[in-house]
């Protein structure tokens, strides 16, 4: 569609929780987007193979926690290309798809602190706004003397509180047979628990 505003929600989500939903919803207030599609990664070059939970756990948990946004969606894309995941080949991939649209990468601050790192960075710049999600106290000294250098306006910072939630925190809360209630959509925290997951 033309002229379309579309977020595209970057992360590993393992597991998905309200930080990452509160995060979208503001970005999409703020910057006005007509849909915010999570993108949960495939196999993502900086995590070996067995430290991330199966990428169907990841989707599924994901479709739970999004379903009752009519603004969310969710994409397989990062799975269906195979392969060791990089961020360049999925815009590129969402450019084609939806040719005049203007996109924005969400994802959180301290991912977007390794953008130089990543494979070809200067083209995502290019195709994409970057909205660098970060919690409360984050120093942005870091990030804006990156971004000064380099960037120029091509990362927004949003900060959030509620991200003070994270996935590891649950995963080890998850671990210890913690409660998760409060910090997950209830549909998150069954399907966590009915699957055994993060119990090793
Ligand atoms: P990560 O290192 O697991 O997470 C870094 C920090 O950002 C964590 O504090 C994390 O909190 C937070 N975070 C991650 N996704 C978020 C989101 N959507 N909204 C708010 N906070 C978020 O990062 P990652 O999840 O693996 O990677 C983030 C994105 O960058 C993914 O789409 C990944 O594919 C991309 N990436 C691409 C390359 C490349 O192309 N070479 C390299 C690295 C990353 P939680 O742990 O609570 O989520």
């Given at each position: 569609m033309n002229g379309e505003r579309i977020g595209i929600m970057g992360g590993t989500f393992d597991p998905i929780h309200y930080g990452h939903l509160v995060t979208a919803e503001a970005a999409r207030e703020k910057y006005q987007l007509q849909r915010v599609i999570f993108v949960p990664s495939g196999h993502p070059p900086h995590k070996e193979a067995g430290?991330?939970?199966?990428f169907w756990h990841r989707y599924l948990m994901v479709l739970l926690a999004v379903?009752?946004?009519?603004y969310f969606e969710v994409s397989r894309l990062e799975y269906d290309r195979g392969g060791v995941t990089y961020t360049i080949d999925t815009v590129r991939e969402f450019r084609q798809r939806y040719k005049s649209a203007e996109l924005f990468f969400i994802t959180g601050a301290d991912a977007i602190l390794e953008i130089?790192?990543?494979?070809r960075p200067e083209e995502l710049l290019a195709m994409c706004r970057f909205i660098a999600a970060t919690r409360p106290g984050y120093d942005l000294r870091q990030l804006n003397s990156l971004l000064g250098e380099f960037f120029q306006g091509a990362v927004s910072v949003l900060e959030i509180p509620?991200?003070?939630?994270s996935s590891s925190n649950l995963r080890h809360r998850a671990k210890a047979g913690r409660s998760l209630k409060y910090l997950v959509p209830e549909p998150v925290e069954f399907y966590i628990l009915q699957n055994g997951l993060y119990r090793e």
């Open positions: 430290m991330v939970t199966d379903v009752s946004n009519p130089l790192t990543w494979k509620m991200l003070n939630i």
